[in-house]
């Protein structure tokens, strides 16, 4: 597993500034390409990539079918667990 640099874009819920993309499947090492989910690592929602590998609000068909891939619940909740303790959810 490796990061890939991604073209610098915003989380469409938080606004968080994302310039590289991680793959979640285990023993997989695919650059993202439209259509590919993102999740955010500062309000850990789900997004989708563009064309321009930017980043958008999924529809509520694609939210639905995220969330019933097992890599997207645990990355999220990887997500959730590392940051747990960070910096800017002290402000709430």
Not at 16 to 44: F, T, W, Y
Not at 59 to 68: G, H, Q, R, S, Y
Request: charged share 25%.
């Amino acid at each position: 597993m490796r990061d890939h640099i991604i073209p610098e874009s915003k989380c469409p819920y938080c606004e968080h500034k994302m310039d590289r993309s991680l793959n979640a499947e285990v023993g997989q090492d695919c650059k993202p390409s439209p259509g590919s989910i993102s999740i955010c690592l500062r309000c850990n929602k789900i997004a989708i990539f563009t064309e321009g590998l930017q980043q958008r609000k999924p529809t509520p068909e694609e939210l639905e079918a995220a969330l019933k891939l097992p890599a997207v619940t645990l990355a999220q909740m990887a997500i959730a667990h590392a940051t747990w303790n960070a910096p800017w959810k002290k402000d709430k």
